[in-house]
Nanobody, 117 residues
Framework: QVQLVESGGGLVQAGGSLRLSCAAS????????MAWHRQAPGKQRELVAAITSAGSTNYADSAKGRFTISRGNAKNMVYLQMNSLKPEDTAVYYCYAKRNIDTYGYWGQGTQVTVSS
């Protein structure tokens, strides 16, 4: 089992920045990828950014050029640096992790990001 805890959400004005953190604990050996997803009210959950254990990254078109995903040296942390935030970035942001040995992934409880215009 893997437990994920997000932090760093909050209220920010448009154009501002936030840095989200996610700490993984439990049996984290073999985590092959970690990611951030988000879900806005009335919308489906969508991928924002992902990073593999090898360091390869993938971003949603809406995040390219503004958001950066990274992993900590200890490999149990993943971060999402969000710059130039827009009101449409308002959502609950969820951390996700996948292990090689599992056919399913793990989700955190989410952290609210609200961008005011």
């Amino acid at each position: 089992q893997v437990q994920l805890v997000e932090s760093g959400g909050g209220l920010v004005q448009a154009g501002g920045s936030l840095r989200l953190s996610c700490a993984a604990s439990g049996i984290i050996f073999g985590i092959s990828a970690m990611a951030w997803h988000r879900q806005a009210p009335g919308k489906q959950r969508e991928l924002v950014a992902a990073i593999t254990s090898a360091g390869s990254t993938n971003y949603a078109d809406s995040a390219k050029g503004r958001f950066t995903i990274s992993r900590g040296n200890a490999k149990n942390m993943v971060y999402l640096q969000m710059n130039s935030l827009k009101p449409e970035d308002t959502a609950v942001y969820y951390c996700y992790a996948k292990r090689n040995i599992d056919t399913y992934g793990y989700w955190g409880q989410g952290t609210q990001v609200t961008v005011s215009s």
